[in-house]
């Protein structure tokens, strides 16, 4: 991944714990290496946060606000 991301995906997220990983491993999967994945929590309620957090660790890509 460059320095630069030249794509940005930005994802706005409220309890979608039992949803959102199928969302995030289609954009990991798309053949741009320079892509940030940018996650808009909007106070969800359910254990969406801490899911994130857990999956954000395995890929530098992934930012949560």
Known sequence: MSENPIVSAVIPLYN??????????????????????????????????????NIKREDPRIKLI
């Open 16 to 53: 979608c714990k039992n949803v959102i990983l199928r969302t995030l491993r289609s954009i990991q999967n798309q053949n741009i290496y320079n892509l940030e994945i940018i996650l808009i929590d909007d106070f969800s309620t359910d254990d969406t946060i801490s899911f994130i957090e």
